[in-house]
């Protein structure tokens, strides 16, 4: 199957700095790329659609200016977690379908585990 | 918003037992699709069912979907340790098929 890579699996950061998370697909050309947010015990939720080569559309609620999303590349999305607070310790997963191959199922990465301090 | 209800939230069984969990949506999908998340890890795709089909089978996973009633089900059948995971169901929109919400998810705990 397709493998979609997660970089890094866990962060300590400080209040006040930024951390960048990667997601990248090893081994097919993801066009978009999703961005999720799970707390302990809970679902998904989806933060936003990374698209290549255009903005990326937010859903409600997500703060475009906290959670900036760049898709540079048909292989790698990024996502920074601006001027980061003990609130935004989560575990952030992103995934990737490989629709050149016209596959709906969702491959996801490893999940980042973000705490701040 | 969260497309999908699972229950139950919580599921413990012995070894060898067969452990049923459903799902249920709300608006018409294209498909309906089953994941596995290991503590801490990513989701694991398990299996797809299409609107147009009312059972699947993939190895030790029966997947059922009644789209009448917006439901579907995931039966692991004989269960073993390494079956211990949160599943969740998932569904797109028509419109946009690729666009996944999530269900609150199922624990299992497979008990040796």
């Known amino acids: 199957g397709a493998v979609v890579s997660q970089h890094p699996s866990w962060v300590i950061c400080k209040s006040g700095t930024s951390v960048k998370i990667e997601c990248r697909s090893l081994d097919f050309q993801a066009t978009t790329m999703f961005w999720y947010r799970q707390f302990p015990k809970q679902s998904l939720m989806l933060m936003a659609t990374?698209?290549?080569?255009?903005?990326?559309?937010?859903e409600q609620g997500v703060e475009k200016d906290k959670f900036l999303i760049n898709h540079a590349s048909l292989t790698l999305s990024t996502l920074t977690v601006t001027s980061a607070h003990p609130e935004d310790s989560s575990f952030y997963i992103c995934?990737?379908?490989?629709?050149?191959?016209?596959?709906?199922?969702?491959?996801f990465g490893q999940g980042t585990r973000l705490t701040v301090v | 918003s969260q497309q999908g209800e699972e229950d139950p939230q919580a599921l413990s069984i012995q070894e060898g037992e067969n452990a049923t969990m459903n799902c249920s949506y709300k608006t018409s999908i294209n498909n309906l699709q089953w994941y596995r998340q290991n503590s801490g890890r990513g989701l694991v795709h398990l299996i797809l069912?299409?609107?147009?089909?009312r059972e699947k089978h993939s190895g030790r996973l029966r997947v059922t979907l009644d789209t009448s009633k917006k439901s579907s089900s995931l039966l692991i059948t004989a269960s073993r340790a390494a079956d211990t995971a949160s599943y969740f169901c998932a569904t797109a929109p028509r419109s946009n098929d690729y666009k996944l919400s999530f269900g609150a998810g199922t624990t299992v705990t497979v008990r040796a």
């Open positions: 990374s698209n290549e080569g255009s903005k990326a559309t937010y």
């Open positions: 995934s990737a379908q490989d629709r050149g191959r016209g596959r709906t199922e969702a491959f």
């Open positions: 069912i299409r609107s147009n089909e």
